[in-house]
């Protein structure tokens, strides 16, 4: 398996555009997350799916910001309006259920998208 | 609710002396425990995991951590310590159930000198 993927691996855009990241999770997978990363707070989980179904999203930080999981093997990360203060890294991971693999629960994660809004 | 601290932001360490990361975590039940390792411009790692066993769990590079139920600790640990290990580390936890997501802590970073 190529891994979880993720593109762009570098966006630039200027404030007030829509941004969409894309991400395909590891086939077979049941939960994809995503996270976003600054120097200042650290890794920050923002939203969750289990097949395909959001469950939490209370770490998305505002309204500008959705996601989406159509299927099994995409999710994408919008945000519209954005800001400068979005710039970060944004990685996507997913996993398989613990129920069904206990002894190999644990995430892999993509190599990330770093976003910069000028 | 789950936590994991890790103490310190930064630790420093000289090519060849042994290095010591610390991780504490606060879980309700039996933990699940991981180490995860990110190298610049890279996504996280898994490094190695404890679930049940031995406390002593080996993994990847050479590295192993170390579970100490009485102290809430999984220390990562390495004997000697190489430049390649520079990198920012992650403690993660969860509890032993089906309910519960990964918790990871604020991370530490990893910087041996030549």
């Known amino acids: 398996d190529a891994g979880v993927i993720q593109s762009p691996r570098h966006e630039v855009t200027e404030m007030g555009q829509e941004v969409t990241l894309r991400c395909k999770p590891i086939s077979g997978h049941d939960y994809l997350f995503w996270y976003r990363q600054t120097m200042m707070r650290g890794l920050e989980l923002l939203i969750y799916f289990n097949n395909n179904v959001p469950i939490d999203d209370s770490g998305m930080p505002e309204d500008r910001f959705s996601a989406k999981m159509p299927n099994a093997s995409f999710s994408t990360l919008k945000i519209q309006p954005s800001e400068p203060r979005d710039s970060a890294v944004y990685f996507c991971?997913?996993?398989?259920?613990?129920?069904?693999?206990?002894?190999?629960?644990?995430?892999?994660f993509g190599s990330g998208t770093r976003l910069t809004v000028v | 609710a789950q936590s994991v601290a890790q103490p310190e932001d930064q630790v420093n360490v000289a090519e060849g002396n042994p290095l010591t990361v610390k991780c504490t975590y606060s879980v309700s039940g039996n933990p699940y425990l991981f180490w995860y390792v990110q190298y610049p411009n890279r996504g996280l790692q898994f490094l190695l995991k404890?679930?049940?066993?031995?406390?002593l769990v080996k993994g990847s590079y050479g590295f192993e951590a170390e579970f100490n139920k009485s102290q809430t600790s999984f220390h990562l640990k390495k004997p000697s310590a190489l430049v390649s290990d520079s990198a920012l580390y992650f403690c993660?936890?969860?509890?032993?159930?089906?309910?519960?997501?990964?918790?990871f802590g604020s991370g530490t970073r990893l910087s041996i000198r030549p």
């Open positions: 404890y679930i049940t066993g031995d406390n």
């Open positions: 991971a997913s996993s398989l259920a613990f129920v069904r693999d206990p002894s190999n629960y644990g995430y892999t």
């Open positions: 993660a936890v969860r509890a032993y159930s089906s309910a519960s997501k990964i918790i």
